[in-house]
């Protein structure tokens, strides 16, 4: 499994940080080996539009750890509502997913362990317990661990790792009790560099 996530980077052509602390090393296959896997893959090949379109699309997609589906409906119901700011509708939509601000307050490392805590029943949202990693959270929303759950294996080393974190802007995070709040609606400035999401949106404008 790990090795299809670092493959998955390389195709890409960009870090998306799916092996954790792995990413930031020097190990990174990204690092030693920053071209598509494929023996032919050192060389340079130009993209057709659609092809720029699918690979960013793809990029984003497995930034976030989604099947095409879900990923789909959120840039469709985008679309779909229109306006000026399509772009900063999509990344609202995949921004306030549960198992995302799990994993953008530091109780997960990475989003696919943030969806996996989320689905186990250890995180609550308004001291509910929420166990629906696609749920959409808002502003104001208040997000910690259950009581039951802060003893568990899976958050044994968060203090550590919480030590050293700064979340984005848009959260606020009480690290002594590992808990935070949506505290702002995303902005244009929040948009996940890296990403052109006018093309993501060409790509399902056709």
């Not at 044994?156 to 590992?178: F, H, Q």
Request: proline share 4%; hydrophobic share 35%.
């Amino acid at each position: 499994m790990s090795t299809t996530k670092c493959k998955t980077c390389r195709r890409v052509g960009q870090k998306l940080f799916l092996k954790e602390e792995k990413c930031a090393s020097p190990k990174c296959p990204m690092v030693r080996k920053p071209y598509a896997p494929g023996k032919r893959a050192k060389k340079m090949k130009m993209l057709s539009d659609y092809g720029a379109q699918l690979k960013e699309k793809q990029k984003l997609k497995f930034l976030y750890g989604l099947r095409e589906k879900p990923f789909a409906n959120y840039v469709k119901k985008a679309l779909a509502k229109g306006g000026s700011s399509i772009d900063l509708q999509i990344i609202s939509s995949l921004e306030m997913r549960l198992d995302n601000i799990v994993f953008r307050l530091g109780l997960a490392k990475s989003r696919s362990g943030a969806r996996q805590i989320v689905g186990h029943g250890h995180i609550l949202v308004n001291n509910r317990k929420v166990t629906i990693p696609s749920y959409q959270a808002k502003k104001g929303d208040k997000i910690s661990i259950r009581s039951g759950s802060i003893s568990k294996k899976v958050f044994a080393e968060t203090d550590i790792y919480l030590k050293k974190y700064s979340p984005p802007i848009w959260l606020k995070l009480d690290k002594s009790k590992k808990e935070g709040e949506i505290a702002t609606n995303l902005t244009k400035k929040d948009i996940e560099p890296g990403v052109n999401l006018n093309a993501i949106i060409g790509f399902y404008s056709r």
